[in-house]
C-alpha cells in the first residue's frame, strides 16, 4: 500500500521544517477567484511522504457511479476539529496558514484531509469543494504536497482553457475567493512513469 521515496536535487534534507510565507505569490484567475502559490515552503518533504505514508490510516473508499460501485482512486484520511494531525509540522503549518490569511479569511484552518495518488493511475475529477459552505460563500483551501509533482488543473466552470499547475517537493498552494464556486480543479490521470505523491487540504471549518 506504501512507497518509499528518496529525495531529488529539490529536496536533499531530512529537516522536515517550514519556510516562511512571505514568498507567497498571488495570480488572479477571474471571477473573484485566486490563487497563491509558494514552491518549496516545506524542506524534508520526501521524509515527511515517507512518514506519512507509514503512520497515516489511510482507507480506500468506493463510491456509485452511473450505477456501478467503483473504487475511488486514491487513498484517503480526514482529521477533523480538535483531531491531532499526524505530524507536528502539519500543526505548525495549519496554524501559520491560519495566522496569515487571519485578516483576509476571517477565521482559522481547523481540518486536514489527506490524499495519497500512488502513481498517474490515481487521480481526482473536476470539481469543486462546494459541501457545505464552500457552495455560497467565498473561502480558503490551502494545499500543501509531498512527494513526487503531480498536475493540479484549474477551469472556469463556465468554460474556458485549464491550466496547470506541478505540485510537489513540498509546495504549497491556496485556492481562494470564490475559486470553489467559479472554477473547478482536478488532478489527472497520466499515463507518465510518476512517482507517488501525498496532498494536504486545509480547510475552514464547516467547508468540504
Request: proline letters at 7%.
Amino acid at each position: 500500500m506504501t512507497a518509499h521515496l528518496q529525495g531529488s536535487l529539490f529536496d536533499q534534507t531530512d529537516d522536515i521544517r517550514l519556510g516562511p510565507l512571505s514568498g507567497l505569490r498571488r495570480t488572479v484567475l477571474g471571477d473573484g477567484a485566486w490563487i497563491d502559490l509558494l514552491p518549496n515552503w516545506l524542506s524534508g518533504a520526501y521524509a515527511l511522504f515517507d512518514e506519512l505514508a507509514v503512520n497515516v490510516p489511510w482507507r480506500a473508499e468506493r463510491r456509485t457511479m452511473y450505477d456501478h460501485d467503483v473504487a475511488v482512486p486514491r487513498l484517503l484520511a480526514f482529521y477533523g476539529d480538535g483531531d491531532r494531525l499526524p505530524h507536528p509540522v502539519l500543526e505548525q503549518a495549519r496554524a501559520a496558514l491560519s495566522a496569515h490569511y487571519a485578516t483576509e479569511l476571517g477565521e482559522p484552518f481547523t481540518t486536514a484531509g489527506l490524499c495519497y495518488y500512488r502513481d498517474g493511475r490515481d487521480s481526482v475529477a473536476w470539481h469543486g469543494d462546494r459541501i457545505g459552505r464552500g457552495s455560497r460563500q467565498d473561502t480558503m483551501v490551502a494545499i500543501l504536497s509531498v512527494g513526487e509533482p503531480r498536475d493540479l488543473a484549474l477551469r472556469p466552470r463556465r468554460g474556458g482553457p485549464a491550466r496547470r499547475v506541478p505540485l510537489g517537493h513540498g509546495d504549497l498552494i491556496v485556492m481562494g475567493g470564490s475559486c470553489q464556486r467559479t472554477w473547478e480543479h482536478a488532478v489527472p490521470k497520466t499515463a507518465k512513469g510518476v512517482g507517488p505523491r501525498i496532498s494536504v487540504q486545509f480547510r475552514p471549518h464547516g467547508v468540504r
